[in-house]
């Protein structure tokens, strides 16, 4: 096994930093990886944002509800951005471009480029020994989020990530098993398998280290569906120029 893939299965999510900043080297590497992700047709649709100003990261912590958003090594904020794409065209080729820009499609593609330059940066900054957190719960008020950033049209934010140097050493988190997730040629049923997977995660909430629990998997999916959250979301992203064909 080799040095990337045991990087790889060793991941978990890190909640507390050390109060160190990450040094200009260690940011570069990090950005210089996330670029060099797969990206759609070559668009290299998503911009990332480093928040290095005290009170955006307080802004920011706000709306998460989480403090490692402001206490970490370097906090970015990872946007689909088709705003560049357009950014040298007369207004007769921007009429042109227009509905196709913001299909569903160049929707999918901007998240997508942002989520695999993200996994980059992830890998890349656990390879230097350095804890990520990714942070959907920015997009507890993602208008908010926008306003902050002063992103134009045609660029939205999609989540955070909080590196640093990490504080904790939180046991990892069991997955489901590949049998649940990777089916040959075909979709397979598979609800025995995550019945086992239940019976798992319960063990592992009830003896871990930290925040002991009883809970399972689907539990805790029947929860986070039973309850609707961040129903603003779909009008931010259409009034940005987003998914609205």
Not at 52 to 68: C, F, H, N
Not at 85 to 102: K, P, R, V
Not at 198 to 219: C, F, L, V
Request: charge should be neutral; glycine fraction near 4%; charged fraction near 20%.
């Amino acid at each position: 096994m080799n040095e990337t893939i045991k990087t790889l299965l060793n991941h978990r999510s890190i909640r507390e930093f050390k109060n160190t900043k990450l040094t200009n080297e260690q940011v570069n590497c990090i950005i210089q990886s996330a670029q060099q992700a797969s990206t759609s047709s070559y668009m290299m649709a998503y911009t990332i944002i480093g928040v290095t100003d005290p009170q955006i990261k307080a802004a920011l912590a706000e709306v998460s509800g989480q403090s490692y958003v402001k206490n970490n090594g370097h906090l970015l904020v990872f946007c689909a951005d088709l705003h560049r794409q357009t950014h040298t065209a007369s207004q007769e080729m921007f009429n042109q471009m227009i509905e196709n820009l913001e299909n569903s499609e160049h929707f999918l593609v901007s998240a997508i480029d942002a989520a695999l330059a993200a996994q980059n940066a992830a890998i890349a900054a656990e390879s230097m020994g350095l804890g990520i957190c990714y942070l959907g719960s920015l997009r507890n008020d993602l208008a908010r989020v926008d306003e902050l950033l002063s992103l134009p049209q045609h660029v939205i934010p999609l989540f955070g990530m909080a590196v640093g140097v990490p504080a904790h050493q939180p046991e990892r988190k069991p997955r489901l098993p590949k049998s649940a997730v990777y089916f040959e040629n075909k979709y397979e049923a598979h609800d025995d398998i995550v019945q086992a997977f239940d019976d798992k995660i319960a063990s592992y909430y009830q003896t871990r280290s930290e925040n002991s629990r009883k809970d399972t998997w689907t539990a805790q999916m029947h929860r986070r569906f039973s309850k609707t959250i961040r129903m603003d979301v779909t009008d931010l992203v259409q009034k940005k120029g987003f998914n609205k064909r």
